[in-house]
């Protein structure tokens, strides 16, 4: 069961891009755990390995050596892959991106459901789904809206309903918050958390934005490829 195992499970990660005297180490020995219902920031300078992290983690970019486990089961051992990595992303990972990355030509309830008729819902029961999770996160008003009337925190809203469609067990936000003002960024942030706590989801945010961190339940930080839990304080360093 989900609250046996952990969402999200790494150990001894590592990234290493080129050989000799190119080579670059990414990404070392990451070791980190996020319960279900658990929302935990990654903090770190740009360059520090948190993209390489998200993406690893995403089973976007293979780790070089190391594990992830998602809900116990071992999905990749070093670049080896142990399942359906496209079906698995599918079912068990909600992405959320700096940029909402909506479909320009389809309006908010069609960007929800059309990652569930992807995943073989039925049409009419991918729209209700999509109705209901807009509902839920405040912007079922704007269903009938294109992404170019919305406001940039109503298209982070839609982005993590679509994010949810498919019921994954984690949530994987890539400075989510950088194009927001204060106020935005803060109920985006309050948003993951409810996310967290409402639905059973292990939460990933990457992020730069010190102004929120009293939400979450965790903080990570990552320097030159090394992370290390971090107190959970507003001088967290980033």
């Not at 590592?14 to 990451?30: F, H, L, R, W």
């Not at 209700?128 to 809206?145: C, F, I, K, M, P």
């Not at 989801?201 to 930080?221: K, M, N, P, S, W």
Request: aromatic share 4%.
């Amino acid at each position: 069961m989900k609250n046996e195992t952990l969402a999200i499970a790494t150990e001894g990660l590592s990234k290493i891009y080129g050989s000799g005297n190119t080579e670059v180490i990414a990404m070392q020995d990451a070791s980190v755990g996020v319960k279900h219902g658990e929302v935990v920031a990654l903090l770190g300078p740009s360059g520090s390995g948190k993209s390489t992290f998200l993406t690893a983690v995403g089973l976007i970019n293979a780790p070089t050596a190391g594990r992830v486990l998602i809900n116990g089961e071992v999905v990749m051992d070093g670049p080896r892959a142990m399942t359906n990595l496209r079906k698995f992303r599918r079912s068990e990972i909600g992405y959320v991106f700096q940029k909402s990355n909506l479909i320009p030509f389809l309006n908010a309830v069609e960007n929800v459901q059309i990652v569930m008729e992807i995943n073989g819902y039925g049409v009419a029961e991918a729209r209700r789904r999509a109705l209901d999770l807009l509902e839920e996160l405040g912007v079922r008003d704007r269903a009938d809206n294109l992404p170019s009337m919305l406001s940039g925190g109503q298209q982070q809203r839609v982005a993590v309903a679509r994010a949810l469609a498919n019921h994954p067990s984690i949530i994987l936000a890539d400075e989510p918050t950088a194009a927001l003002d204060s106020q935005r960024g803060r109920q985006v942030m309050e948003l993951f958390a409810q996310v967290a706590h409402d639905h059973g989801a292990g939460v990933i945010v990457v992020t730069h934005d010190q102004r929120a961190l009293d939400i979450f339940d965790t903080l990570y930080e990552m320097e030159d490829g090394l992370i290390r839990r971090a107190e959970h304080s507003e001088s967290a360093t980033l």
